[in-house]
Each structure stands twice: as C-alpha cells, then as structure tokens.
C-alpha cells in the first residue's frame, strides 16, 4: 500500500515538472508574438515553482525574453528615436544574468554556444549603457556600467578565458577605468573614483585629468595625508601638482618638508625641471632670490616654453634690485658710493628684463603678467620710450 502511494507521488511530481516545462514551451510562444507580459509572467512562474525540470531552458529563454526588450531599445537608439535608457540597461544586465544562470545548471551544455556568443556582444553594449547614462547626467549608473564592463572577465564566468574578452580590442580597459573614475566623481561617489584609478593612471590621453580627479577625491574625503603622499607621486611628472603641493606647504609655513620635497624631487632626477622649479620656489619663498634664480634657470633651460620658470627667475632679479635699492636709503653714503649702489640695482633690473621679454614671447596675448613689470623695469633704467610702450599694453594704467 505504501509503495502504491508512493508511485502516485512520483507520477504527481512528474506531472507537475512537465507542466512546469509546458510553461516555458508557451512562453516561448507568447514572446514569438511579441507578448512579452504573458511570457514573463509564465517565465516567472517556471523560475520560481521549484518544480521546472529543465532550468537551463527556462533560464536560457528568459534571457532570450530580456534580450528583446532591450533590444527593442537599443534599435530606437540606432534609429536616432527615443529610448527608453533604463529600460535598456535594466534588461541588459538582466540577460546577463540569466544566461549565466542558465551555464550554471546546463549539465549538457546545450545553450553554451549560442550564450557565449551573446555574452560576448553585449559586452559592448555596457558601455552604450555608460555612455548613455553619462549624457543623461546618470552618474552612479554610468559608473556601474562601467565597473560592469571593466569585471566582465570576473564576473561572466561563461567567457571569462575567451582571448577576445581578456584582451578586448573594441575599447581600451584603461580607456574604460578613465570613465569610470570620471562618472565617480561626477556622481560624488568619491570612494569608487579609487576602484579603477591604477588602470585609469594608464591611460595617457587623460592621465592628467586622472590624477586631479584623484587629488580632488581624496580632498573631498579630507584625507590630507594620502593627498600630500598622492601629490609628491604625481608631482614629477606634472608642475601644476607640484606647485599645488608647494602652495600648500608655503600656507601651512612647513617650510623643512618643502625644501625636502624639492630635494627628493632633485635626488630622484637633476634634470627634471619640475625638480628644479620646485627647489627655486622654496628657496624664492625664503627670500633667497639669487640662491633660487640658479634652479628657475635650469628649468627654463630645459623646457624653453616654462613661462613660470622665465617670470619667477625675472622676479627674482628685480627683488634683488630692490633689496639693493631698501638699503642704500638706511646707509650714510659719499655720492660716489651712491652712485654705485644705483649702479648694483640697474644692473639687476637689467638682468630680468630678457626673462621677462621671454614671458612676453611665449604669452603674447597676456600683457597682465608681463607688461607691468617690465614697465617697471624700464622705469628703473630710465627708458621713457620703452615705459610708454608698456603702458599702452596696459591701457594706460
């Protein structure tokens, strides 16, 4: 009686699988239709009953369900129509999803071959998602696209040795990491701009948005002390940086860790000129103008268009000249000894006029950061018609 009993449940249990597997079938159907509500509804229930014998099918076609809907989606953007962006990349990830369910619990493979070739595709379409998302100001979901993209050889298993998805030749991963690490920051989501930063640093067209993007990240955090360290890396390769780096400790008065920031930079490499601009900077902020005109020079020398170099090393002539000029006044001197003090200070007028000329011929429509002090320059060495032709650059201030 009992083995009787227990037959029936079997029987019922079958019954019910290949009822289950029914649903699938006429699901099917409903989405060659294009029904799509009564085939997710049917897929719904075979997904969830406990009781669908075939799951890899079941899954398999509930990808190939959201495949067409964000398919639909994607030839409106094609087409130059309106789209529906969420629901493209909500159906995205959903087909991704599904199918890597179904690899899951197909034991004979069967839809392998055809998902792969899917899966692989789509990838491209996750950064139509992030591209998308970022024009319509959706950060958060333009970084998820791309974190999407960038771990699809982690977290598509089905593909995950396949040549082309380890060495995707479509876009470039450090192309990639450099959006994502922008949508972060975008988004204000200041912890993910790290993520892919390393990645991002890689990628030389934007490598100097990258690391600002970095430094700003890290100041949003408050996180002064990976910020001082993250700007003496990026401080060799980059003035802007350093200068920063150097501005905050002239503010702070940490005048020791700049003149060893300078040293290292200078240790690490003489012949950089970021190094040696560096030094020079410390060293003006000392009011050590003839020690430090020495390091602006080299860094004129070797990069002829460091407009900086050639302004700081001008300035520092003329406050050396003026220096000179301070104390002749606290002196009691003969007319003779006058004389050749004045001497002193035109001379070292006179030795920042070509730095400044120079700023002149690199920076030509910015008469602001030249032309007032050359006029002064000329108004030292008493050359009326050199000054007259300052102030019309100034406008005659």
Not at 179 to 186: F, T, V
Not at 258 to 267: H, S, T, W
Not at 380 to 391: C, F, N, R, S, V
Request: proline fraction near 2%; glycine fraction near 4%.
């Amino acid at each position: 009686m009992k083995k009787y009993v227990l037959s029936i449940a079997l029987l019922v249990a079958a019954t019910g699988a290949f009822a289950q597997n029914r649903l699938v079938k006429k699901a099917q159907g409903f989405m060659e239709e294009n029904n799509y509500t009564e085939a997710q509804s049917l897929l719904t229930q075979a997904l969830t009953s406990g009781e669908t014998k075939d799951m890899a099918m079941a899954w398999n076609t509930q990808g190939d369900l959201y495949q067409r809907i964000f398919a639909e989606e994607l030839n409106k953007a094609a087409a130059h129509q309106p789209m529906d962006t969420a629901k493209f990349v909500k159906n995205l990830y959903a087909c991704l999803d599904a199918y890597e369910k179904c690899n899951e619990v197909d034991e004979d493979k069967e839809y392998v071959e055809k998902n792969k070739a899917n899966v692989m595709k789509f990838r491209t379409f996750l950064m139509y998602a992030g591209q998308f998302n970022f024009q319509n100001h959706n950060f958060s979901e333009a970084y998820k696209a791309y974190d999407a993209w960038l771990n699809f050889p982690k977290t598509q298993k089905m593909v995950a040795s396949e040549p082309a998805v380890l060495n995707d030749t479509v876009f470039d991963k450090r192309q990639v990491a450099y959006y994502a690490c922008l949508a972060a920051y975008q988004g204000k989501e200041y912890d993910k701009v790290a993520t892919h930063i390393e990645e991002a640093l890689q990628y030389d067209k934007e490598a100097k948005t990258v690391r600002q993007l970095h430094l700003m990240m890290l100041l949003e955090q408050g996180d002064t002390t990976q910020w001082i360290s993250a700007s003496k890396q990026y401080a060799k390769a980059d003035e802007a940086i350093a200068q920063n780096l150097l501005a905050y400790y002239a503010e702070k008065k940490l005048n020791d860790e700049a003149l060893a920031f300078a040293d290292e930079l200078l240790a690490a490499d003489p012949n950089n000129k970021i190094a040696n601009y560096s030094k020079g900077v410390v060293l003006f902020g000392q009011e050590k103008y003839n020690e430090a005109l020495p390091f602006f020079e080299k860094s004129a020398e070797i990069d002829p268009t460091f407009s900086d170099a050639y302004y700081n090393a001008g300035v520092c002539c003329c406050n050396e000249g003026y220096a000179v000029n301070e104390e002749i006044g606290k002196k009691k001197l003969t007319q003779k000894a006058y004389d050749a003090e004045i001497v002193k200070v035109k001379d070292l007028y006179k030795k920042g006029e070509p730095y400044f000329l120079k700023v002149k011929e690199l920076e030509p429509d910015n008469p602001e950061r030249w032309a007032s002090r050359l006029r002064t320059i000329y108004y030292i060495l008493g050359d009326k018609e050199k000054e007259k032709e300052m102030d019309a650059y100034l406008g005659g201030q």
